[in-house]
């Protein structure tokens, strides 16, 4: 871990100390990013479209007023859905639900779909931007497991982008035009209509109201706010560090690179969340 502009080994120890004693102090709301779960193998969805992408985002505009792209969309997100299934949690998750049963936090709130909190042991978590495992219907409000949908897709499109893997070992399913075309889409289970969004909050959509207030409300009865692995380059995760701020609520970030934040945190380390959380976990629950 590393501090600029004249950080050595010593500088990031002292980061470290700043940030150990702070979460000593307890009550302490996670908010985590996309950083958080790169060592898992997830990509970083940025505003959580859910599919694996690498171009354009899958816009909430795009997937509710557009037939096809909302049919390429599920044939991408099925073939990438093996690689989001097959994802672990890191040693960082781990290090947050550590520090939880040690009875540490007042809440962990996320903005990662991927549920890696929860495999890492962490209980409660708000999925601020929804969660890939699930599924919605936009016609009759019906939710359901994402595992159930990827069974029914199975059996319709067998064998459908079985060789993708070859074409893009990074696990970026972006397939040739014909293909998408070739993908049969299934519809909901309680209304039959083909309108199933994954459970996530799209770019262009907004987080439900009672969501965020929640969120305040754990923010507002924080220690401090520690914020891991995001650059709060979206305003959904940003304002909580504007509010705690505001309240006078201390802010600590751990992620690699500058944030949006930083002139707003009073302990900033930059490095590994699978060096920096591990190493905090041991000094406070071991
Ligand atoms: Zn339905």
Known sequence: MTAAPAAGPRAAATFLDALADLVAEGD?????????????????????SGSLRRHTPMTYQTFTRDPRGRHRYWARSFVGWRQIRGARPNAGHR??????????????????????HQAGGARDVVELHGGLDRTVCL?????????GLDE??????PGFGRHSDEVNPDGDAE???????????VGCLVCGEEALKPDVVFFGETVPRDRVEHCFGLVEGAGSLLVLGSSLTVMSGYRFVLRASRLGIPVAI??????????????RVDGPLGEVLPELAARLTG
Request: hydrophobic fraction near 45%; include cysteine.
């Open 28 to 48: 302490v709301v996670v908010l985590s990013g996309a950083g958080l779960s790169t060592d898992s193998g997830i990509p970083d969805y940025r505003g959580a």
């Open 95 to 116: 290090a947050v639900g550590d520090l939880q049963a040690a009875g540490l936090l007042g809440g962990v709130i996320t903005q990662n779909v991927d549920g890696l």
């Open 139 to 147: 016609h009759c409000g019906d939710v359901a497991s994402r595992a």
């Open 152 to 157: 029914r897709l199975h059996e319709a499109n």
């Open 175 to 185: 397939l040739p035009e014909a293909v998408l075309d070739g993908f049969v889409m």
């Open 254 to 267: 751990v992620n690699v690179g500058a944030t949006r934040g930083d002139a707003k945190a009073d302990v």
